[in-house]
């Protein structure tokens, strides 16, 4: 599966102890995978940030948006009436953030900021 491919390339990454600052960019890495692949996904993802590397996550998914240390949101829309930065700041704060559609969404992801 698309899953298990992801998991055998990040895990190869991870192996190599001596790779340290480093920064690695995700595309969407959750796109197609299980709730429990994007579960083992993220604890790959602390690995490498515990190992001291920095991880960049292109995604739309709540459950990853959640567990971001930063958040900067791109929109208002998509196309020529995007592009421009709508929000920067932790989850907490865009759950928070009224003239957010990501942050509409987190709201109602995360029951407490209603």
């Known amino acids: 599966s698309g899953g298990e491919a992801q998991r055998i390339k990040l ?4 192996a190599r102890k001596s790779l340290c600052n480093v920064l690695y960019i995700f595309d969407e890495p959750t ?3 299980h ?3 994007i579960r083992k996904l993220l604890a790959a993802f602390d690995r490498l940030i515990s190992a001291g590397s920095s991880v960049l996550v292109i995604e739309h998914n709540l459950d990853v948006i959640k567990t971001a ?8 829309e998509g196309g020529d009436a995007g592009g421009n ?15 957010s559609h990501t942050g509409a969404a987190l709201r109602r992801h995360m029951p407490k900021h209603d």
């Open 11 to 14: 895990s190869a990454f991870i």
């Open 35 to 37: 709730f429990d692949d």
């Open 85 to 99: 930065i709508v929000f920067e700041g932790s989850p907490d704060d865009l759950a928070r953030c009224r003239t």
């Open 69 to 76: 240390d930063w958040v900067i949101e791109l929109g208002p």
């Open 31 to 33: 796109t197609g995978l």
